[in-house]
């Protein structure tokens, strides 16, 4: 199913005052739309003001400073010019957001004057936020990673950062009653409280739903293949096998594992599995020793391979050799014979970035191409590169998400497994890994245990 008909563009408009999340909202709205194919791209004004201003204190963002003043319009004029240019140059230039901190009735009115002039759908998302911690969370993100703050002293960053605020608060608008001719959602505290209006078709529906989905709260999710399976022994694809023996002791290992990556204190995590018996032996022991509650999931069923399931790689290239190039050739879009592709999986896996988005402490215990599509929404990777990702075996990935990306460790068991990763273009045959010097840090877990 097209997601966007070609002649949709909408423009977000963030609204809210400074260390209100919305860089943040802006930056995971981007990722999310790239992850499902649809062209974004974020205009943030800062960016542009800073070419003139780089590193102003907070006097020029006071309401009467007429210098600071005309500066700041430039900016948003100057933001707002290229925003349309791009959605001119490729009709399949599909959203844009505005990252802008002005957040006046006129400026609004100003905004959506040019965007609608030009045939875009406008909507307004505001993040308005009275939650101490989170601001002060908010405001400890923006002086150490800020370029407006670079080199300075975060003590006086901060100050001044604070100043800047209260600036800003002087000329506040929050959006109002005479204001309901344009489309808006207002998210209050990030995840407790949405106000939504008329928001029509289809693609704006879906990007409202992922807002309204969104929590900003600090937490982790965990990803493991299941262990090593009879059928990961014989080379085959597909399938329902069970555990190997060293699969089985993967599983058994898997509760010290997670332990040993840190769990907060007191945390509570909830397994999902999909419905196959690998992923479901695999956390066994996990769900025994822990009681935490245990989800199975069909979305989370390895990539369907069709008329290939059950196949070795040699099977297929010997049976379908045009398949077997054209899945080299373009991975991503290739669909098995009766299968799917991975475009397909990511749609199918929609629901499950909704729920994880919604949810705290996840450890999802799946499959190889499944962890490839979620890690690729985690880390922002081409849908070019990110089915040859390697997914080692006996392998747990911790991935704590960030305001800006998303930190990943690896902890990986001492329990010998195949590899069953192909490098593209590659003989049709598994072969051993060749490790990344760049890649995450990784951990060499002992096993047993203590
Ligand atoms: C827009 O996308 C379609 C489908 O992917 C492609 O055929 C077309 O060339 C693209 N248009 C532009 C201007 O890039
Ligand atoms: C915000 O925009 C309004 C209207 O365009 C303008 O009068 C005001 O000076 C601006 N304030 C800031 C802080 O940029
Ligand atoms: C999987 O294990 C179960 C229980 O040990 C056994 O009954 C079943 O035959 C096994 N299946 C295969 C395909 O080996």
Redesign the pocket.
């Known amino acids: 199913m097209a997601i966007a008909s070609a002649e949709t563009q909408v423009c977000l408009i963030m609204v809210g005052l400074p260390a209100r999340g919305k860089s943040l909202i802006a930056g995971k709205v981007k990722r999310y739309l790239g992850w499902i194919s649809v062209k974004a791209e974020i205009f943030n004004v800062g960016k542009y003001r800073r070419k003139e201003n780089a590193q102003p204190d907070a006097s020029f963002f006071e309401p009467h400073n007429t210098q600071g003043e005309k500066a700041r319009r430039a900016a948003a004029e100057a933001a707002v010019t290229d925003l349309l240019k791009w959605f001119k140059a490729d009709t399949n230039n599909t959203v844009a957001i505005l990252d802008a901190t002005n957040s006046t009735r006129d400026r609004r009115k100003w905004v959506h004057e040019r965007i609608t002039a030009a045939g875009i759908d406008a909507i307004f998302v505001e993040s308005k936020c009275d939650d101490e911690k989170l601001i002060m969370s908010n405001i400890l993100e923006v002086k150490t990673t800020s370029p407006d703050y670079k080199g300075q002293d975060p003590e006086a960053a901060a100050r001044d950062f604070r100043k800047r605020i209260a600036n800003y608060e002087k000329v506040y608008e929050t959006i109002d009653e005479s204001e309901r001719s344009y489309a808006y959602v207002k998210l209050i505290n990030v995840g407790h409280q949405v106000i939504i209006n008329l928001i029509q078709d289809y693609l704006s529906s879906r990007l409202v739903y992922y807002l309204i989905n969104l929590h900003i709260k600090p937490r982790h999710i965990w990803l493991s293949r299941h262990g090593e399976s009879?059928y990961n022994l014989q080379g085959k694809i597909g399938g329902d096998?069970?555990l190997s023996s060293r699969g089985e002791l993967y599983a058994q290992a898997l509760p010290g594992i997670v332990r040993r990556s840190g769990v907060p204190q007191d945390t509570q995590l909830v397994i999902w599995t999909s419905t196959l018996?690998r992923t479901i032996q695999t956390a066994r022991y996990l769900q025994a020793e822990t009681k935490w509650d245990q989800l199975e999931w069909k979305a989370l069923d390895e990539i369907e391979s069709g008329v290939c399931d059950g196949m070795t790689y040699g099977e297929i290239e010997k049976t379908y050799p045009e398949d077997f190039a054209a899945r080299d050739q373009d991975k991503y879009n290739y669909r098995y014979r009766g299968g799917e592709s991975y475009r397909d999986v990511v749609i199918r896996l929609e629901p499950i970035i909704m729920e994880l988005e919604r949810s705290d402490n996840i450890i999802i215990v799946t499959h190889q191409a499944i962890i490839r599509c979620i890690y690729a929404y985690f880390m922002d990777s081409s849908s070019d590169k990110s089915p040859w990702m390697e997914v080692p075996l006996h392998t747990l990935m911790k991935l704590t998400p960030k305001a800006y990306g998303t930190k990943e460790e690896r902890f990986k068991a001492d329990i010998p497994a195949v590899s069953t990763w192909r490098g593209k273009g590659s003989a049709a045959k598994h072969h051993d890994s060749i490790s990344d010097p760049n890649g995450p840090p990784t951990i060499i877990v002992g096993s047993p245990e203590n």
Do not use: D, H
């Open positions: 009879e096998a069970n018996k």
